[in-house]
């Protein structure tokens, strides 16, 4: 499958689980909120954005994608750091120590949503003309 609709796809199975999570939280007094937001805004919100991205983005600057190996790879990172984020964020409620987990699950995030601008950077800045002699 191709990557913008990898990424369509996880989105909106997030928007599912997200949403599903919302009504849990108004029916039980489980601390689901920073996981609820964030498995909607990077999960359902960013994933659509990164999908779309990747494929109108280089579209609009009449290039091609820079690498979808870069591509690939953020898809699987953002997803692994997503779900870590999901179940380890609520360690501000509770008296385990999820804390560790929300940090390198939150560094893997990051270094996802790195690689995305460094990929669509690279993809619509035309490269440099080459001088004519
Ligand atoms: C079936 C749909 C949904 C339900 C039942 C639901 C329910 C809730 C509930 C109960 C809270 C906690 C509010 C509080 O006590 O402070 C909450 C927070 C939140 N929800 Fe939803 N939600 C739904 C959909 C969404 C969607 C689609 C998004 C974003 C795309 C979203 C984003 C958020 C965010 C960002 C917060 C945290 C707000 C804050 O920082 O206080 N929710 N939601
Ligand atoms: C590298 C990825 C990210 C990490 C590691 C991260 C981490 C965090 C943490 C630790 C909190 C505080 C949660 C708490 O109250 O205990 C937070 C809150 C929040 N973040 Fe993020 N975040 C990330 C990306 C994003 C993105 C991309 C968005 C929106 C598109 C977002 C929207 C929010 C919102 C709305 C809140 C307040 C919601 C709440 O009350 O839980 N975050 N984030």
Request: overall charge neutral.
């Given at each position: 499958m191709e990557v913008p609709l990898k990424f369509a796809w996880a989105?909106?199975?997030?928007?599912?689980?997200?949403?599903?999570?919302?009504?849990?939280?108004?029916?039980?007094?489980?601390?689901?909120?920073?996981?609820?937001?964030?498995?909607?805004?990077?999960?359902?919100?960013?994933?659509?954005i990164f999908g779309v991205g990747y494929h109108l983005l280089p579209v609009f600057a009449g290039t091609d994608l820079y690498s979808l190996r870069l591509a690939e790879i953020q898809f699987w990172l953002q997803n692994i750091g997503l779900i870590g984020l999901a179940f380890t964020m609520p360690y501000r409620f509770t008296s385990n120590n999820y804390q560790l987990g929300t940090t390198i699950f939150g560094l893997v995030s990051l270094l996802a949503i790195y690689i995305f601008v460094y990929n669509v950077a690279r993809s619509i800045i035309p490269p440099k003309e080459i001088k004519k002699i």
């Open positions: 989105s909106l199975i997030y928007l599912m689980i997200g949403s599903t999570m919302g009504v849990v939280m108004v029916l039980t007094s489980l601390p689901l909120i920073p996981s609820h937001a964030h498995v909607l805004l990077i999960g359902f919100v960013s994933m659509m």
